[in-house]
């Protein structure tokens, strides 16, 4: 375990992790007075976190790590209002029932990221619907709302932008939601000791809306902390792809694919994303650097990153299969592969479709245009001719095109279900026979 200390400052400045920190001058003297708590929020949004909460999953394990004690607030109340921070326009509101249900999965994710059983530094994940679901409103704005300057508020970067874009502006539904957050850490402070707030540098003007609140109600001293936004070199969002957003759940994106989106970082990125995104020392992602400047070929960090980050999310039976279908794809041997790894692919790995056994096209050329491996039936006809059509590890020539129903017969499919297709080197559609 890391020794307690504000040394942990220190790394995470050298990882530029770091972009503000209210009470900078005393925090380090209070992390080294002994273990601390300090918490995170996550709004369920969906169902499912993607991969921009990492930065912040990881920050409450790299403090606990350090001796401190993480709590994780999954915003069972705050879900149902929507935070404004820097959206274009208003949320679209959940029903009670949909955001409670977010809740349980949400809470779930962010366990695995930190540990219940480490005596006092054992974590918390916590619903802030706990302490306003028997809130009534009255209170609310005697008890809580006095102690906020409606001047102070709409001079926050991200209420302020909002004011001033043309069109809906913002609603009092979610202006009010920097004065549930700061209620938030008002209470942890009272029922948790909790001292220290981390979030987004979008979440500042409702970190610090909480430290003032809880100063006023309490008398407490707290702190807060923002990471940066991470974005990517190209000015390209981070967390999408073509195929969408890059979700921490299995079952929304594979772990194949999960895998695949982070071999795929631009060189730019991946040393920055190493410090981001994994437990490595910094020292040595310094080395992996240098050792890639004077490699030939394809650096070696993108390979380090994606078997870390992917062992993280979705440990190390997510990361063989991940690993496993890469390179049977890579080699065309497909032995290897096993009903799930073809279901992974199913889900989003590959283009995909459901084959109607009853109503197959009368040719291969016809079948696969259809499914996109190429821009017209000559390019697959092309194809054929040079046997760079292979079903499931067989190549398949002319000979073949008018042979659906037998290429693809249920008895030659693997697991009795599963076609792969491959047109030349890279081109890949998976059919599957319902």
Not at 344 to 350: A, I, N, P, T, V
Not at 412 to 422: D, M, P, S, T, W
Request: one cysteine or more; aromatic letters at 8%; glycine letters at 10%.
């Amino acid at each position: 375990m890391m020794a307690m200390t504000s040394a942990l400052l220190t790394e995470l400045q050298q990882r530029e992790l770091i972009f503000q920190i209210a009470g900078e001058d005393k925090l380090p003297q209070w992390l080294d007075g002994g273990s601390r708590s300090l918490y995170c929020g996550f709004d369920p949004t969906a169902d499912s976190l993607h991969i921009g909460s990492l930065v912040p999953l990881l920050m409450l394990r790299r403090f606990q790590l350090a001796g401190h004690r993480p709590i994780a607030l999954v915003g069972g109340a705050t879900g149902l209002i929507g935070d404004p921070s820097f959206k274009a326009q208003e949320r679209q509101l959940n029903t009670p029932d949909v955001v409670e249900s977010w809740v349980e999965k949400l809470t779930h994710q962010v366990s695995r990221f930190v540990d219940f059983d480490a005596g006092p530094q054992s974590a918390v994940v916590v619903d802030n619907l706990e302490w306003t679901r028997d809130l009534d409103v009255l209170s609310f704005l005697r008890d809580i709302g006095k102690h906020f300057s409606i001047n102070s508020m709409i001079q926050k970067e991200s209420v302020k932008q909002r004011i001033e874009r043309e069109g809906s502006g913002i609603s009092f539904t979610e202006f009010a939601y920097m004065i549930l957050q700061s209620y938030d850490f008002a209470e942890l402070y009272k029922r948790y000791d909790c001292g220290l707030q981390l979030g987004g540098s979008d979440q500042w003007g409702n970190i610090t809306g909480g430290i003032d609140l809880t100063r006023r109600l309490h008398g407490g001293q707290v702190y807060g902390l923002t990471m940066p936004l991470i974005t990517k070199s190209d000015g390209s969002k981070f967390g999408k792809t073509e195929s969408g957003t890059i979700w921490l759940d299995a079952a929304r994106t594979s772990p194949y694919s999960f895998y695949q989106f982070w071999l795929s970082v631009a060189d730019e990125d991946v040393y920055r994303f190493l410090r981001y995104f994994t437990f490595l020392p910094v020292a040595d992602i310094a080395e992996i650097e240098r050792s890639d400047a004077q490699r030939n070929g394809r650096p070696e960090a993108q390979r380090i990153l994606a078997e870390e980050v992917t062992r993280l999310v979705h440990g190390g039976e997510g990361l063989a299969a991940a690993q496993r279908i890469t390179e049977s794809l890579f080699s065309g041997e497909l032995g290897g592969l096993s009903a799930q790894d073809l279901e992974q692919l199913m889900l989003d790995g590959l283009p995909a479709s459901v084959l109607n056994d009853s109503n197959l096209p009368d040719t291969l050329t016809q079948l696969l245009t259809e499914a996109g491996l190429a821009a017209s039936g000559k390019q697959i006809k092309d194809a054929l001719q040079r046997e760079a059509v292979i079903v499931n590890g067989r190549a398949l020539g002319m000979a073949d095109n008018a042979a659906v129903s037998e290429v693809f017969a249920r008895e030659n499919a693997l697991f009795g279900r599963f076609h792969l297709v491959r047109v030349g080197k890279k081109k890949y559609h998976l059919f599957a026979q319902n």
